[in-house]
Protein backbone atom coordinates (compact mmCIF):
# COMPACT_ATOMS: atom_id res chain seq x y z
CA UNK A 1 0.00 0.00 0.00
CA UNK A 2 1.75 3.09 -1.26
CA UNK A 3 1.76 6.28 1.45
CA UNK A 4 -0.96 8.15 -0.12
CA UNK A 5 -3.30 5.21 0.19
CA UNK A 6 -2.76 4.89 3.93
CA UNK A 7 -3.30 8.80 4.25
CA UNK A 8 -6.49 8.25 2.71
CA UNK A 9 -7.77 5.11 4.30
CA UNK A 10 -6.54 7.06 7.41
CA UNK A 11 -8.47 10.38 6.71
CA UNK A 12 -11.83 8.08 6.29
CA UNK A 13 -11.32 6.20 9.30
CA UNK A 14 -11.03 9.36 11.29
CA UNK A 15 -13.80 11.61 9.85
CA UNK A 16 -15.75 8.04 9.89
CA UNK A 17 -14.57 7.73 14.18
CA UNK A 18 -16.07 11.60 14.12
CA UNK A 19 -19.76 10.97 12.53
CA UNK A 20 -20.43 8.50 15.05
CA UNK A 21 -19.67 10.73 18.58
CA UNK A 22 -22.60 10.91 20.57
CA UNK A 23 -23.82 14.58 20.63
CA UNK A 24 -23.99 16.07 24.04
CA UNK A 25 -27.46 16.83 26.25
CA UNK A 26 -27.53 19.90 28.33
CA UNK A 27 -29.97 20.01 31.07
CA UNK A 28 -31.68 22.45 33.91
CA UNK A 29 -32.81 22.16 37.21
CA UNK A 30 -36.44 24.13 36.84
CA UNK A 31 -38.61 25.60 39.20
CA UNK A 32 -42.12 24.22 40.58
CA UNK A 33 -45.10 25.86 41.36
CA UNK A 34 -45.57 25.81 45.03
CA UNK A 35 -48.71 24.66 46.81
CA UNK A 36 -50.88 27.52 47.95
CA UNK A 37 -50.27 28.86 51.14
CA UNK A 38 -53.42 30.96 52.60
CA UNK A 39 -51.28 34.52 52.50
CA UNK A 40 -49.91 33.57 49.48
CA UNK A 41 -51.80 36.13 47.68
CA UNK A 42 -51.12 38.86 48.71
CA UNK A 43 -47.86 40.96 47.66
CA UNK A 44 -45.93 40.79 51.00
CA UNK A 45 -43.27 43.87 51.15
CA UNK A 46 -40.02 41.61 51.84
CA UNK A 47 -36.43 41.25 50.63
CA UNK A 48 -35.13 37.81 50.30
CA UNK A 49 -31.58 36.99 49.06
CA UNK A 50 -29.81 33.66 48.64
CA UNK A 51 -25.90 34.01 50.12
CA UNK A 52 -23.68 31.38 50.33
CA UNK A 53 -24.50 27.87 48.25
CA UNK A 54 -22.41 24.89 48.44
CA UNK A 55 -22.41 21.31 46.87
CA UNK A 56 -19.96 18.40 47.35
CA UNK A 57 -17.66 18.23 45.01
CA UNK A 58 -18.43 14.79 43.37
CA UNK A 59 -21.43 16.28 41.88
CA UNK A 60 -19.59 20.26 41.14
CA UNK A 61 -18.70 19.78 37.86
CA UNK A 62 -20.29 20.08 34.56
CA UNK A 63 -21.18 16.06 34.16
CA UNK A 64 -24.40 14.12 35.38
CA UNK A 65 -22.77 12.02 38.01
CA UNK A 66 -25.13 9.34 38.04
CA UNK A 67 -24.83 6.56 41.48
CA UNK A 68 -24.04 2.91 40.37
CA UNK A 69 -24.11 1.21 44.06
CA UNK A 70 -22.66 2.27 47.52
CA UNK A 71 -19.18 2.52 46.07
CA UNK A 72 -19.99 3.59 42.93
CA UNK A 73 -20.48 6.57 40.47
CA UNK A 74 -20.77 6.84 36.68
CA UNK A 75 -19.74 10.20 35.09
CA UNK A 76 -21.33 11.11 31.62
CA UNK A 77 -19.18 12.96 29.37
CA UNK A 78 -22.73 13.27 27.15
CA UNK A 79 -25.19 14.35 29.97
CA UNK A 80 -24.40 17.52 30.99
CA UNK A 81 -25.57 20.35 33.71
CA UNK A 82 -26.29 23.79 30.98
CA UNK A 83 -24.34 25.99 33.83
CA UNK A 84 -22.24 24.86 37.00
CA UNK A 85 -25.17 23.21 39.50
CA UNK A 86 -24.41 25.73 42.09
CA UNK A 87 -25.69 28.75 39.83
CA UNK A 88 -28.82 26.35 38.84
CA UNK A 89 -29.85 25.99 42.60
CA UNK A 90 -29.36 29.46 43.29
CA UNK A 91 -31.35 30.44 40.24
CA UNK A 92 -33.89 27.70 41.06
CA UNK A 93 -34.27 28.58 44.86
CA UNK A 94 -34.48 32.01 44.23
CA UNK A 95 -37.36 31.88 41.37
CA UNK A 96 -39.35 29.08 43.93
CA UNK A 97 -38.96 31.79 46.89
CA UNK A 98 -40.48 34.25 44.55
CA UNK A 99 -43.37 32.70 43.46
CA UNK A 100 -43.84 31.49 47.13
CA UNK A 101 -43.96 35.39 48.03
CA UNK A 102 -45.54 37.35 45.56
CA UNK A 103 -44.71 41.19 45.76
CA UNK A 104 -41.02 40.03 47.11
CA UNK A 105 -37.93 40.86 46.12
CA UNK A 106 -35.77 37.93 45.71
CA UNK A 107 -32.21 38.14 44.63
CA UNK A 108 -29.56 35.45 43.53
CA UNK A 109 -26.90 38.18 44.41
CA UNK A 110 -25.77 38.91 47.95
CA UNK A 111 -23.33 41.46 46.96
CA UNK A 112 -25.47 44.58 47.23
CA UNK A 113 -28.31 43.31 49.86
CA UNK A 114 -28.74 45.39 52.97
CA UNK A 115 -28.75 42.72 55.64
CA UNK A 116 -30.69 45.51 57.89
CA UNK A 117 -33.46 44.67 55.48
CA UNK A 118 -32.78 41.46 54.04
CA UNK A 119 -33.99 37.57 54.77
CA UNK A 120 -30.29 35.82 53.71
CA UNK A 121 -30.52 32.35 52.89
CA UNK A 122 -27.30 29.77 53.18
CA UNK A 123 -27.65 26.57 51.86
CA UNK A 124 -25.23 23.45 52.51
CA UNK A 125 -26.09 20.74 50.02
CA UNK A 126 -24.50 17.57 51.84
CA UNK A 127 -25.54 15.03 49.21
CA UNK A 128 -27.22 15.14 45.95
CA UNK A 129 -27.59 11.97 44.53
CA UNK A 130 -28.69 10.84 41.17
CA UNK A 131 -30.27 7.15 40.53
CA UNK A 132 -31.34 6.25 37.18
CA UNK A 133 -34.83 4.78 37.24
CA UNK A 134 -35.31 4.94 40.60
CA UNK A 135 -35.03 8.42 42.71
CA UNK A 136 -33.18 11.76 42.85
CA UNK A 137 -32.21 13.06 46.37
CA UNK A 138 -30.80 15.36 48.38
CA UNK A 139 -29.83 16.11 51.76
CA UNK A 140 -29.50 19.91 52.45
CA UNK A 141 -28.51 21.93 55.66
CA UNK A 142 -30.32 25.59 55.59
CA UNK A 143 -30.39 28.89 57.39
CA UNK A 144 -32.54 31.89 57.48
CA UNK A 145 -30.84 35.24 59.03
CA UNK A 146 -33.46 37.39 59.80
CA UNK A 147 -33.13 41.61 59.13
CA UNK A 148 -33.17 41.91 63.00
CA UNK A 149 -30.38 39.33 63.03
CA UNK A 150 -32.18 36.37 64.73
CA UNK A 151 -31.55 32.85 62.46
CA UNK A 152 -33.53 29.44 61.93
CA UNK A 153 -31.96 27.00 60.29
CA UNK A 154 -33.41 23.44 59.11
CA UNK A 155 -32.27 20.08 57.49
CA UNK A 156 -33.81 18.72 54.82
CA UNK A 157 -33.17 14.72 53.01
CA UNK A 158 -35.70 14.69 50.45
CA UNK A 159 -36.08 11.53 48.19
CA UNK A 160 -38.21 11.77 45.05
CA UNK A 161 -39.04 8.81 42.72
CA UNK A 162 -38.30 9.70 38.95
CA UNK A 163 -41.41 9.47 36.25
CA UNK A 164 -39.01 7.29 33.80
CA UNK A 165 -35.58 5.97 33.01
CA UNK A 166 -33.72 8.90 31.73
CA UNK A 167 -31.85 11.82 32.68
CA UNK A 168 -34.21 14.25 32.31
CA UNK A 169 -36.66 12.47 35.07
CA UNK A 170 -33.99 12.33 37.26
CA UNK A 171 -33.28 16.30 36.50
CA UNK A 172 -37.32 16.81 37.11
CA UNK A 173 -37.05 14.98 40.33
CA UNK A 174 -33.72 17.02 41.47
CA UNK A 175 -36.09 19.99 40.57
CA UNK A 176 -39.10 18.62 42.44
CA UNK A 177 -36.96 17.84 45.86
CA UNK A 178 -35.40 21.35 45.81
CA UNK A 179 -38.84 22.55 45.56
CA UNK A 180 -39.42 20.61 48.82
CA UNK A 181 -35.98 22.81 50.54
CA UNK A 182 -37.86 26.11 48.98
CA UNK A 183 -40.93 25.71 50.88
CA UNK A 184 -39.21 24.54 54.24
CA UNK A 185 -37.45 27.96 53.87
CA UNK A 186 -40.50 29.80 52.91
CA UNK A 187 -41.66 28.51 55.83
CA UNK A 188 -39.07 29.67 58.29
CA UNK A 189 -39.43 33.07 56.39
CA UNK A 190 -42.67 33.57 57.12
CA UNK A 191 -42.50 32.53 60.83
CA UNK A 192 -40.30 35.75 61.22
CA UNK A 193 -42.44 37.80 59.18
CA UNK A 194 -45.09 37.78 62.50
CA UNK A 195 -44.75 40.77 64.40
Known amino acids: MNNALRFMLATL ?59 TVSIDEFARWADPLKSQVRRVLTTDLALQFPGALVSGSPQNADLAMTFLVSLDIQSFESVPGDSASIAVLWSVRTPKGKSAS ?42
Open 154 to 195: GYRLVREPTSGAGDDALVAAHSRALAAVSADIATAIRSNLQP
Open 13 to 71: LFISGCASTPKATFYTLTPQTPQAHPDARSPIAVAITIGNVSVPDLVDRPQLVTRVDAT
